[in-house]
């Protein structure tokens, strides 16, 4: 059984950083592919980055490509997503999600091919 807890989220100016954490309380957290995504009111959620099960693949949308960092530490059961050079644009409540091992990036960017959601969290940039 998976079960997902974000934490990290908050009030940031623009330009600056904020980390995500992504903590798994099951035990077979090394058994899954996992995801960012956000959303805002109105829109549909959006693919932000993904991870495979070992770290050695990652996958960004091009909106936050060079500024966004997703790692994880399977020892841990958490994944990060590291925010740099944040914009107003920015501003979601972000998810991480859990799907098993194995899939292309292209699938890997849909949300509903994943099993396994946390509760989201806050993240708003002020200009």
């Known amino acids: 059984q998976v079960h997902l807890v974000e934490s990290g989220g908050g009030l940031v100016q623009a330009g600056g950083s904020l980390r995500l954490s992504c903590v798994d309380s099951?035990?077979?957290?090394?058994?899954?592919?996992m995801g960012w995504f956000r959303q805002t009111p109105g829109k549909e959620r959006e693919f932000v980055a993904a991870?495979?099960?070992?770290?050695?693949?990652?996958y960004y949308a091009n909106s936050v490509k060079g500024r966004f960092t997703i790692s994880r530490d399977n020892a841990k059961n958490t994944v990060y997503l590291q925010m740099n050079s944040l914009k107003p644009e920015d501003t979601a409540v972000y998810y991480c999600?859990?799907?098993?091992?194995?899939?292309?990036?292209?699938?890997?960017?849909?949300?509903?091919?994943?099993?396994?959601w946390g509760q989201g969290t806050q993240v708003t940039v002020s200009s």
């Open positions: 099951g035990r077979t957290f090394d058994s899954y592919d």
């Open positions: 999600a859990a799907v098993l091992r194995g899939y292309s990036r292209t699938y890997l960017a849909r949300p509903d091919k994943y099993n396994y």
């Open positions: 991870i495979n099960w070992s770290g050695g693949s990652t």
